[in-house]
């Protein structure tokens, strides 16, 4: 398994914990840690391929192109997510969910790696 794989293994693991401390614990709302994770995650997926398909390809200024737009249509989905009508995420969840990544990447950092 790449380096890569293995960071995305921490990250859905320590979200999965994260969702289930907050359904035990009830707050913060286990919605919101699982969107702003499952964003998280979803964008480090996105970064892998585009990364496998475009940069290695030899196309970095298609790659440019295509993580600017995978950024503005995230910045659109979060935007969507808390201005749309009756059903909000947990901004804190949210928040928490988001933070699960950079906290796999220094677990990995520290932890991870080999010699």
């Not at 790449?2 to 614990?25: E, F, K, N, P, T």
């Not at 935007?79 to 928490?96: H, I, N, Q, T, V």
Request: net charge positive.
């Amino acid at each position: 398994m790449s380096d890569l794989g293995r960071l995305q293994v921490r990250h859905w693991s320590l979200l999965l914990i994260v969702v289930v401390m907050a359904l035990v614990l009830g707050q913060p709302g286990a919605g919101g840690v699982a969107l702003g994770g499952g964003l998280m995650g979803l964008s480090l997926s996105l970064y892998a391929v585009l990364f496998r398909l475009v940069v290695r390809g030899g196309r970095p200024r298609l790659a440019i192109g295509l993580l600017f737009a995978k950024l503005a249509a995230f910045l659109g989905l979060g935007w969507l997510a808390f201005a749309s009508g009756s059903e909000r995420p947990d901004p804190l969840g949210f928040a928490l969910g988001v933070t699960c990544c950079p906290v796999a990447v220094v677990w990995w950092a520290a932890f991870g790696r080999k010699g």
